[in-house]
């Protein structure tokens, strides 16, 4: 069965606990934890008590590779992900996602590739890597990842694909979604409303449904198609006023998915048919 869950990064800056909390009245399966320079996100023993106060299964690690988590664990990328990896193992997560390498950092990107497969292999934890999208300075393009920004132009077993990236790298997720084919494992949803060409600057990780980005229809075609990898909600909603208005956001996010994935869950209320009615207002 696909898990349908949701990321600690939902709810940034608020700490791992909310993220549980808002998780589980959203109605979602479980957490993505988006690892940062909050201790918690680090401590397996901290994280596994979150999991059972709120009955909340830890269903993948997002590796610290942020700018925002330079020095996380250190500064060695290869390290970050070995011990992302461990992490999982310990709180029963069976995917790590990480980014490609920067291009600054050149021996790590080297050897990306291989690095992944290896770890995957030691600690018995999927790693998928995700598409990520060039930067612009001043209107000019940079390659800040090495190889590429797009995991299909590398030599993986496992991908994630993130909607917002997609759509800010101007790629369409339809087309990268059937690229990735059998080798996506893992969906970052979310939406995104135009590219860096088109003079967008931030990665918007909007509700989906609220962007441009066709997240409906590649979800279905992988439904079509026996797909059985996860799903995680990783919208921003930082704009949320209230933290009843951030949950709405959150309820909207799972009911999109669950609609196409044949998921239902009545019990919960009426607000999230509410939340979904305003998105298309």
């Known amino acids: 069965m696909i898990s349908l869950g949701m990321s600690t990064s939902c709810v940034y800056p608020r700490g791992p606990e909310h993220a549980f909390q808002l998780a589980r009245q959203a109605g979602y399966d479980g957490l993505e ?15 596994n008590a979150l999991a059972e106060r709120f009955g909340m299964p830890i269903l993948s690690i997002h590796a610290p590779v942020l700018l925002l988590t330079t020095f996380v664990w250190g500064r060695d990328p290869q390290v970050k992900l070995e011990k992302s990896a461990e ?10 996602v990480v980014h490609p390498p920067f291009r600054w950092q050149a021996g790590y ?5 291989r690095i992944v497969r290896e770890t995957a292999a030691a600690s018995g934890v999927e790693i998928a890597v995700e598409n990520m999208f060039p930067w612009k300075v001043r209107g000019s393009s940079v390659k800040a990842y090495a190889p590429s920004p797009d995991p299909t132009d590398m030599d993986c077993d496992a991908m994630t694909l993130d909607f917002s990236h997609a759509a800010l ?3 369409g ?6 690229r990735m084919g059998d080798r996506l494992r893992h969906i970052h949803l979310c939406d995104g409303s135009g590219s860096m060409d088109e003079g967008r600057v931030f990665d918007e990780h909007l509700v989906p449904g609220a962007g441009h980005e066709p997240v409906a229809e590649v979800l279905k075609m992988l439904i079509d198609s026996g797909w059985n990898g996860s799903i995680v909600a990783e ?29 239902r869950r009545p019990s919960i209320r009426a607000r999230a048919r509410r939340a979904v009615a305003s998105l298309r207002r």
């Open 87 to 96: 992490l999982a193992a310990k709180v029963g997560a069976d995917t790590v």
């Open 109 to 113: 990107a080297r050897n990306f590739e």
């Open 235 to 263: 919208v921003n909603t930082r704009k949320a006023r209230t933290e009843s208005e951030q949950l709405d956001l959150l309820i909207a996010t799972r009911l999109f998915a669950s609609r196409i994935i044949g998921r």
């Open 33 to 47: 934890v988006m690892v940062t320079n909050d201790p918690v996100t680090q401590d397996a023993d901290a994280l």
């Open 173 to 178: 997720s339809l087309e990268l979604a059937r």
């Open 169 to 171: 790298s101007g790629a």
